[in-house]
């Protein structure tokens, strides 16, 4: 049996990551860059004013004044954005000038309206205070961004709402994206029947299933949907070959100690090498994992075990790094939390226990969720992460830090 | 002109939630329940075995023993998971049971078959410790977890995979959830093109859309973009009048001090009350905040300064916590970060700095990206939030506190 580290660094490191596909951008949002992208032009393609106010010839900067400190320069023409501009400022004269628009080529300074004597009644009569100029002060460069032909964006870089725009800026309207990969969900057990259904007695239905699925969604992954098996030799291998097809085969049961547990024997029927089987830790002790290799497909393949809380544990430790790997992305990092109470398990085995993790002043601090069993409903629905805690260690103490994750985001 | 905590108390505490509609549970993820759900029937339903081992009677639990310390029972039948059980364990017997399977009425407790002498070979024979049993030990009684009728989520909840877990297992396939804000998006300006198009000397792309939008999306949003409208009044207030239909309206650009800003008494014309234009802050300055009632409807609108970087903060701090509210949730927190380097920033206004926040042993810390003006492409293609610096203060060292944003997510 592994520990959870052993177990860690038994899944591949750099599994092949899913192929390329194009996607719109405005359908971007989350998703992750195949290819470097370049900037096909300068940003920005002209030098451009930041600020309402007006433009002005370097002499300017050094004009002299009057007694209240000013000198007066002559308006002589209004540049709008998207105008292209029809003179330049000279010496004594000036440009009133918009915020986006093209300052003309002669430009020293543009200097915001705030900051001027100015009336629209005079529009041609400017006051300024050559002390409150500097050389260059609101306008932008050309190129002052990123000059046409350096990388914009790298490979494995997340589209997220910024980047989209600066793609946005460079008209790039589809995009280079790694392919989501496909997670086949598979619940067995002859107790188990499809969550939509009336369970007759002694039946559950398949609540693993729709969460496991909407964890894959929240890793990035697209899942399949696949109908519950039966204990059986026969209709497992059946629904196993079926699920091979995905780039990931997540089976929920059938994995412990159990006389009709078949799935490890099936797996390993239908050709799929074993990396593991079992963990020291709880949930999650009967965790099974193996790779199955066909031409030129690869289907990461976890045994989960049945009860919900320890199959949302085991994808959360072992399944969601994996699937960022596939995307060449970083795993969400492993966090110190600091306990907000005493908490004590007891066992002779590290304990990956649901808790509530939060910001407080900066520190990250996690409350451990009481449960009474594997299977409890509260650290299901309250728990937004999970904390380790060691029974052969001193019970912990509140402000004690401990090894946390957070649930549900590849992000955090 | 208003402070930004002035500004953001001006938003409307309780706007008009979005009404309800219905969700299938597997498209659920995030989505938010709009009524309390009531446990319908008692979880478990039946009491449950824990452990894959044997169904033991109380008698067993003072048993006398060998001289091992062991005590033996006949095993005389087994429990799937699935099956109704056909007797109870009795006095010197024992039943082998499977997880997920149903404890007979009658049974003390289950001992896993790790803890037991048994052999495959001899089925019948069962040695276990009787000090090692305690009674109820890995039984999950009925309604141990919830008791029919008991609430099981409540209003206002996101759905997380835990949670839909929770409601599949009481087969609740269709939830009621609040119906996501629309958010209509338009550009304006001369010099604005839609991002697909080769901009004419002078002109840019509408960068600033395809970003709002996937800010929208992010927030819990249907986004609606909106054709780009020059600064014209007749052009702007048929663009106005349809925005008005969503839940959201932002327009971007024509807020200024412009000559040919038209955006604040278009919209007024049009009907919207403005609540607030100009915010001492950097940058965002020129942000205006109205709201249009008619009849039912109600459209929170607002006017966001043309550059990127400037209305993805405004987007952030103003109207990310709106789209929270008409969805009942509360806003994302503002934290504390520690700076990772001496920064100072320069002028009378605020800075709203564009950051990367990230936790280090969980402490919370932000590295502040120098930007060389509101439009600069580093900080909006590095940054993943940002921290609030004020010029008026002492420069701000390496390790100081400073008030921190996640941008991107309602959850951080």
């Keep these: 049996m592994l520990s959870i580290q052993e177990a860690l660094a038994a899944l591949p490191d750099s ?4 192929t390329a596909e194009s996607c719109a951008l405005t359908d971007a949002l989350g998703r992750i ?7 096909p032009e300068d940003s920005p393609t002209f ?6 106010g007006f433009a002005v010839h370097n002499s300017a900067l050094t004009a002299p004044t009057d007694s209240a400190g000013l000198t007066e320069l002559r308006v002589t023409d209004t540049l709008l954005a998207g105008q292209m501009p029809r003179s ?4 004594g004269q000036a440009l009133r000038i918009m915020t986006g628009a093209v300052t003309p080529d002669g430009t020293a300074a543009v200097i915001p309206i705030e900051m001027t004597e100015f009336r629209e009644a005079e529009p041609e009569r400017l006051r300024v205070n050559p002390q409150e100029l500097q050389a260059g002060m609101n306008i932008l460069p050309r190129a002052a961004n990123i000059a046409a032909g350096t990388e914009l964006l790298s490979s494995g870089t997340v589209l997220h709402p910024g980047r989209i725009a600066a793609l946005a ?3 790039i309207t589809t995009v280079p994206v790694y392919r989501q990969p496909r997670v086949a969900v598979l619940p067995t057990g002859d107790e188990v029947v499809h969550f939509s259904r009336q369970p007759p007695p002694g039946h559950i239905r398949n609540s693993s299933q729709p969460m496991l699925a909407s964890q894959a969604r929240s890793a990035g992954a697209v899942p399949i949907l696949l109908d519950p098996v039966p204990d059986q030799p026969h209709s497992l291998a059946d629904s196993i070959r079926t699920g091979l097809l995905a780039d990931v085969l997540l089976l929920t049961g059938g994995v412990s100690m159990g006389t009709h547990d078949f799935v490890p024997q099936e797996l390993e029927r239908a050709g799929v090498r074993k990396i593991f089987h079992g963990i020291r830790m709880k949930p999650g002790k009967p965790l099974w994992f193996g790779i199955a290799q066909q031409d030129d497909h690869t289907c990461l393949v976890f045994g989960l075990p049945g009860n919900p809380v ?5 994808f959360e430790l072992f399944v969601r790094p994996l699937l960022c790997r596939l995307q060449k992305q970083p795993a969400p990092e492993r966090h110190r939390a600091a306990l907000t109470m005493d908490f004590s398990v007891r066992g002779n085995r590290p304990v990956c226990q649901p808790a509530q993790l939060s910001l407080c002043n900066g520190r990250l601090q996690a409350t ?3 449960w009474k069993v594997s299977a409890d409903l509260n650290a299901i629905t309250a728990a937004n992460g999970m904390v380790l805690l060691n029974p052969e260690d001193e019970p912990a ?3 004690q830090t401990v090894p946390a994750w957070y649930w549900y985001s590849n992000e955090r």
Tied chains: 1, 2.
Aim: hydrophobic share 45%.
């Design 310 to 314: 320890s199959s949302l544990v085991c």
């Design 397 to 399: 103490v509140a402000g």
């Design 88 to 91: 330049a400022p000279s010496p």
């Design 368 to 370: 451990p969720l009481n």
């Design 33 to 39: 860059l195949a290819e470097s992208l370049i900037a």
């Design 47 to 52: 030098p451009k004013a930041l600020m309402d």
């Design 15 to 18: 599994p092949p990551p899913c």
């Design 169 to 171: 800026e460079f008209g």
